[in-house]
């Protein structure tokens, strides 16, 4: 087994799902027969976030019963996981992170599959993983930032983070909250406890539980009370992000209190890649909560 990028923009050619599958040629077979099994790393093109965006294990490769020469590779949703901070074509001392890639614009530089070795995947994964400051962080002074400068410079393996429940349930905490702003989608509210933390919670849509990956797509932030209701389905969302409430559970003036007028998710400072996916939101409606 072994590493590879794969080149995924969202406006591909080929017949790819998000988090379910990756559709390539005949001409990248080898290659992706040698990762079944292990861990890949995505990029996204001029086209897309112009950068390394994620990870995922790939567990089969089978024909494209459709397409000749074509291939999907099935990807386990349950170990999606994105970076929390897209990360760059070069390095910060102007290396490429793919040390095999020539400098210029030819070569492989073009290849929708690249084979990556195990200490480039580790400095992809050790900068995309690496933490971000959540939204009400105070910046750190003096000595204190000197010593969180001298202890991240000692972590430089973050890759078990790949196959950590808790470290991956804070990193999609942060996240979450990050693309929200602290803003609960469906109150529309920011409040702060009396240390200035947000409430605002990170709420998986596809639970973690049910094989619902750690991306930002896959998640909503909400306030405690609302986090409950969406978790038990008495509060769901149609693909327009209308709300659908089960209003034989919850009276009127309960909704009223918690959820804003307009009864839509509120999405207006969140970036369109960090909407909730319809995939996730239609798994949430259909799910049975009997």
């Known amino acids: 087994m072994s590493h590879a990028v794969l080149i995924q923009n969202p406006q591909s050619i080929y017949d790819d799902a998000h988090g379910q599958w990756y559709n390539f040629p005949k001409q990248y077979l080898g290659m992706m027969q040698e990762v079944v099994g292990d861990w890949v790393v995505f ?8 950068g390394y965006t994620h990870v995922q294990k790939v567990i089969d490769i089978r024909p494209d019963p459709h397409v000749k020469d074509r291939f999907y590779a099935d990807l386990d949703l349950r170990e999606m996981l994105d970076f929390e901070a897209r990360v760059p074509r070069k390095r910060p001392d102007g290396r490429l992170y793919e ?37 009400d962080a105070h910046p750190r002074t ?8 001298d202890q991240a410079a000692f972590a430089t393996d973050r890759r078990h983070i790949l196959t950590s429940r808790p470290a991956r349930d804070a990193a999609f905490a942060r996240m979450v909250r990050r693309a929200y702003k602290g803003r609960c989608a469906i109150s529309g509210l920011r409040l702060r406890n009396g240390g200035g933390r947000a409430e605002v919670q990170a709420c998986h849509i596809r639970s973690v539980r049910d094989g619902g990956p ?10 405690g009370t609302l986090h409950w209701m969406f978790d038990r389905g008495l509060i769901r969302v149609a ?52």
């Open 43 to 50: 990029y996204e093109g001029r086209r897309g976030a112009f």
């Open 99 to 135: 040390s095999n890639l020539p400098t210029g614009s030819g070569g492989n530089n073009t290849a929708a599959v690249r084979r990556l070795s195990d200490a480039d995947f580790a400095a992809i994964v050790n900068e995309g993983l690496r933490e971000v400051a959540d939204i």
């Open 142 to 149: 003096g000595p204190l930032r000197q010593m969180a400068e």
């Open 214 to 223: 750690d991306v930002v797509r896959n998640g909503i932030a909400l306030s």
């Open 239 to 290: 693909d327009d992000h209308s709300l659908l409430i089960s209003h034989n559970k919850v009276d009127l003036p309960t909704i009223e209190r918690l959820v804003n007028p307009q009864m839509r998710l509120m999405l207006d400072d969140v970036d369109p890649r960090h909407c909730p996916h319809p995939d996730y939101l239609r798994w949430h409606r259909e799910k049975d909560y009997a």
